[in-house]
């Protein structure tokens, strides 16, 4: 791509070097301390950035949106300064209004991105429900399989595994799929290939006669619930504007508290239900997968993942669902192209193994890696987690009944939900840190 002249990356060389910003700089990953890109466009003259836009839309076939692009660019480069704008670029009333309802009323969004946002909570709920399955079943289908975990250290150590395969198929392969799945199929691509590891192998851990024919499916479960966790909440922030990115991100854990709950009420739903509670407890969490594999193909792709594969006509058809005004789409297309060609100086031509290197050999990246690694060490030592798989187990051994456990454990489920949702108002306000 860099034989392309009229490709307008040199305004990211170029002009970040007349404000004094070596290319070298920028592009060295080891030294970018504070992960920041700074807005590639500030500090570009205006005929230059207007050169630049003309340059862009041929090259990427949206002539027809070359004026709409020069004003979209100018707001990008100073959007407190929107209403300032002069010349043929001056914002009609309608465009400074979109722009205005969408500072001040961020939930004010299309239908397509509500449906999109939908999709993304189905995914989170489904994650929910799979982990919570085998909190109730856990005191019952051990007796189906012949296992008597309390009295026997290498049956206790099979239940153990049991419950703990969709974590070890996501682990080891789920996660790792992720990456090659996301660069080949696109974020709903991923999301409909997992959809399908939450949906079969969960139907087929009802209807198991053995443990060892369990664990295949808890294993398979996990390779969808890897990919999934790993692409919903990229795909769900690329869709978002960035007044709720926040919000949509931090999304992924209230709906997946949701998911426990729901997960924890049918296990008190189907109590009562003798020889099939455990099989329905298991299988059930397949209802919320039919609904994301039903929904994922009705949302729009990723405009961001559409323009990595230059596939730029395609992102303008999809962020124009996704915003309420043309204006909008043409400022995020012209500045997430911006920062993409930032990303390729940064990154370089790597691929998935330098990627995952980078994980250890850039001190920056490194330091944020041990930092995420050591918060969910801390996470599992604290031991909530463990509330979250065996509080059932937990009850029954603190010498409640059954049902009276499975009462907590709903408890625990409600509380989880109810308590993520300051986190999800206050994240776009107050930050994350």
Not at 23 to 28: K, L, P, S
Request: glycine share 8%; aromatic share 12%.
């Amino acid at each position: 791509m860099a034989e392309i002249s009229p490709e307008p990356k040199a305004l990211h060389g170029e002009h970040l070097e007349e404000k004094g910003i070596s290319q070298t700089e920028v592009i060295d990953v080891s030294k970018n301390l504070e992960a920041r890109i700074r807005n590639p466009l500030q500090g570009i003259p205006r005929w230059q950035l207007m050169r630049d836009v003309e340059a862009f839309a041929e090259y990427r076939g949206l002539q027809e949106h070359v004026q709409l692009l020069k004003k979209g660019a100018l707001v990008a480069q100073n959007p407190a300064q929107a209403h300032a704008i002069d010349g043929p670029e001056t914002l009609t009333q309608d465009e400074l209004d979109a722009l205005y309802v969408e500072k001040h009323h961020r939930w004010r969004l299309p239908m397509r991105l509500f449906l999109t946002i939908a999709t993304c909570s189905i995914g989170a709920a489904v994650q929910g429900w799979d982990q919570t399955g085998s909190n109730g079943a856990t005191i019952f289908f051990p007796r189906a399989f012949g296992l008597d975990p309390d009295n026997n250290n290498r049956h206790s150590l099979i239940v153990g595994l049991l419950n703990a395969g969709p974590y070890i198929g996501s682990s080891l392969v789920g996660c790792w799929l992720s990456d090659p799945l996301n660069n080949w199929l696109g974020r709903r691509g991923t999301i409909f290939f997992s959809a399908h590891f939450c949906i079969w192998p969960v139907i087929g851990s009802a209807l198991c006669r053995t443990w060892q024919q369990q664990m295949i499916c808890r294993l398979l479960m996990g390779i969808g619930m890897g990919a999934k966790a790993s692409t919903v909440p990229i795909y769900a922030a690329e869709n978002a504007p960035a007044s709720i990115r926040g919000a949509l991100v931090m999304s992924w854990q209230m709906w997946t508290a949701f998911g426990i709950m729901l997960g924890t009420a049918f296990n008190l739903a189907v109590f009562y239900i003798k020889d099939y509670n455990w099989r329905l407890m298991l299988g059930a969490p397949f209802i919320p997968a039919v609904p994301l594999l039903l929904l994922i193909y009705l949302c729009p792709e990723s405009p961001r993942w559409l323009m990595k594969k230059d596939r730029y006509v395609e992102a303008w058809k999809s962020m124009i669902v996704l915003r309420n005004h043309p204006l909008q789409v043409a400022r995020d297309i012209f500045y997430i192209s911006a920062q993409l060609e930032i990303e390729k100086e940064l990154i370089g031509r790597t691929n998935y193994l330098t990627r995952f290197t980078q994980l250890f050999t850039i001190p920056r990246i490194r330091r944020a890696n041990l930092a995420a690694f050591t918060v969910m060490i801390a996470q599992q030592m604290c031991g909530i987690n463990i509330i979250a798989f065996y509080s059932t187990t937990i009850f029954v051994d603190a010498g409640l009944g059954n049902f009276k456990a499975m009462i907590g454990s709903f408890g625990f489920g409600l509380v989880n939900w109810l308590f993520a949702f300051p986190a999800f108002w206050t994240i776009d306000t107050v930050c994350r840190r």
